[in-house]
């Protein structure tokens, strides 16, 4: 490293995980913090011993008290354009912008660089940071983008709650270009619209992409019911498969509302589908709805978003997906998924069959979760898969 930082030095025996290329330090790791740097500057990480493991930046306010931003000597901010560089690159092999021209281009860790995540919405990016040592070099990460991909704007979206731990508010609106409140996209040849201002996450779940593949594929002359159905991405999906209904409910009314304009983009019937703004848990529980569908699909909010949560949020979802069983109709297909980290694949898997217990229902793993490529897992922090999902054949 050229310029000299600030150095913080770990405990002894505290070296492995940093040594094994994971992000994050913990402040019980830390033998002597440097007195010199503020909360979000970079620092020189240093072994026990005294040897140097690379450079992070820093936090004392989260118990993630230090995140790694290179692993050897590199300058920290050579390092993140480095990996921004990589992330950009393996985006694309893998999609054709004439057919699917919206995916994450930078997954936090998942692409190297904690607190930072880059969406591509054709030429519109939106930006999510997380972290105060991200939010210092937002300027920097924002001429990056512009010079790199001359988009028309740059959005920042950040505003999610793990925000408040690191002393940071949450910050929404235009940092770069001329805004479009909105735009449709192209995934695998379906239209999407869009809203980036008035929208959860980042303005669409491009994390589910490759089971919306598989909910196309599956759809065919079935009737079905997408639960939590946000902009209707399932359900677009199923009526292109050629589904002979789908009926979507989601909370939202707004969410409700651009699904029917998804499906008229689409040149999809919206007289022949149901919108249905509905609280998931009451409309599962209705008459109305018992051996009508043949595939539902499960997608809620995360339930779990602390460790805290895990057993509330395992009662939500065996509540859902004993209802979603008890009324699917003989021979019929259900996916469900959870987005919780704290809810991982072997304890969901529980969950449901505690669910296909109650319910008295005879149930397969036929399939499970594919993971977008633009989502990519960094196999040295696996504490990235949040997402998975069950193909479930209910007899
Ligand atoms: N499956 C969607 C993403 C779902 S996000 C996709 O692939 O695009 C979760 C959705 O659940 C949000 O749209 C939110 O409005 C909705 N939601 C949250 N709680 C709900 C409830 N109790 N009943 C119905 N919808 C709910």
Redesign the pocket.
């Known amino acids: 490293m050229t310029t000299k930082l600030p150095q913080l030095i770990l405990k002894p025996g505290k070296e492995k995980p940093i040594k094994n290329f994971h992000h994050w330090i913990f402040s019980g790791a830390i033998k002597q913090f440097p007195k010199e740097a503020k909360d979000g500057d970079f620092v020189s990480v240093y072994g026990s011993n005294g040897e140097l493991l690379g450079s992070a930046y820093i936090n004392r306010k989260t118990s993630i008290t230090a995140r790694m931003v290179s692993f050897d000597n590199t300058e920290p901010i050579d390092s993140i354009v480095s990996h921004m560089d990589k992330a950009i690159a393996v985006r694309n092999n893998f999609f054709d912008d004439t057919q699917t021209n919206a995916f994450r281009l930078i997954n936090s860790e998942g692409d190297g660089i904690p607190g930072l995540v880059v969406d591509k919405y054709d030429d519109v990016i939106v930006v999510q940071i997380t972290t105060l040592g991200i939010e210092k070099i937002k300027a920097d990460i924002v001429d990056y983008l512009v010079n790199k991909l001359k988009p028309i704007c740059i959005y920042e979206r950040s505003d999610m709650p793990s925000r408040r731990e690191e002393g940071l508010k949450n910050q929404v609106g235009l940092l770069y270009g001329e805004g479009v409140k909105e735009k449709a996209i192209k995934e695998y040849g379906a239209l999407f619209k869009v809203d980036f201002v008035d929208s ?1 996450k980042t303005g ?2 491009l994390d ?1 992409r490759e ?2 593949q598989q909910v196309k594929k599956l759809a065919k002359n079935k009737k079905v019911l ?9 359900s677009v999906m199923a009526g292109i498969g050629g589904a002979q209904k789908v009926d979507s ?4 009314d707004p ?1 409700i509302e651009l699904a029917k304009e998804n499906f008229c983009l689409n040149d999809l019937d919206i007289k022949h589908n149901s919108f249905i703004v ?4 009451e ?1 599962l529980r209705k008459d109305s709805v018992k051996n009508i569908y043949d595939f539902i ?1 499960l ?3 995360a339930f779990a978003k602390k460790r805290g949560d895990i057993v509330k949020a395992c009662r939500g979802y065996k509540d859902i997906n004993r209802l979603a069983l008890q009324n699917i109709q003989s021979s019929g297909i259900l996916i469900t ?1 959870s987005c919780s980290y704290y809810v991982d694949e072997k304890l969901f898997q529980q969950v449901v069959f505690e669910a296909a217990v109650e319910a008295k229902r005879s149930v397969r793993i036929i399939d499970k979760h594919h993971y977008a490529p633009d989502h990519p897992i960094n196999i040295f922090h696996p504490e990235g898969n949040y997402l998975k999902s069950l193909v479930l054949w209910v007899e």
């Open positions: 959860q669409f779940f589910q089971m919306r997408n639960c939590f159905s946000y902009t209707g991405g399932f409910v989601d909370i939202s969410a509905e609280d998931v848990f409309f699909i997608d809620p909010p998924s």
